[in-house]
């Protein structure tokens, strides 16, 4: 996993082990960017909730700005506080996660819609 602080351009590389990880959540709630392994492709993140760092998302990414981000969550309790489920979406959501699911949903969060511009 490699996180970048926030204003700073040193990179770091930090295992995937549970003090790599905890260092990744602090550096990303502090404002910094993180490339990490998922189940299928390597992703690139930051808190949804800071507006400067998904800016610069958008920047590394090349990315129109028009152009929605996922958001991940590491669970349907907390996914449950960022959109809405509908009965069967959740069924199927609580019977493959974990796992190599994707769904996609209408974002109910004001706040994460102002930050991704959606």
Not at 67 to 76: D, E, N, R
Not at 84 to 91: A, G, L, Q, R, V
Not at 96 to 115: A, C, R
């Amino acid at each position: 996993m490699v996180i970048k602080e926030k204003n700073d351009k040193k990179i770091l590389k930090v295992r995937c082990d549970k003090a790599g990880v905890e260092k990744a959540a602090k550096i990303i709630k502090d404002g910094g960017i993180a490339i990490f392994p998922t189940d299928t492709v390597y992703g690139i993140g930051c808190d949804p909730y800071n507006k400067e760092s998904v800016e610069k998302i958008f920047k590394i990414k090349s990315r129109d700005i028009s152009k929605s981000l996922p958001v991940l969550t590491y669970s349907i309790k907390t996914a449950e506080k960022i959109v809405h489920f509908d009965k069967f979406t959740k069924k199927v959501v609580e019977k493959f996660w974990p796992g190599q699911l994707t769904v996609i949903l209408k974002v109910n969060d004001d706040e994460i819609k102002k930050s991704l511009n959606l």
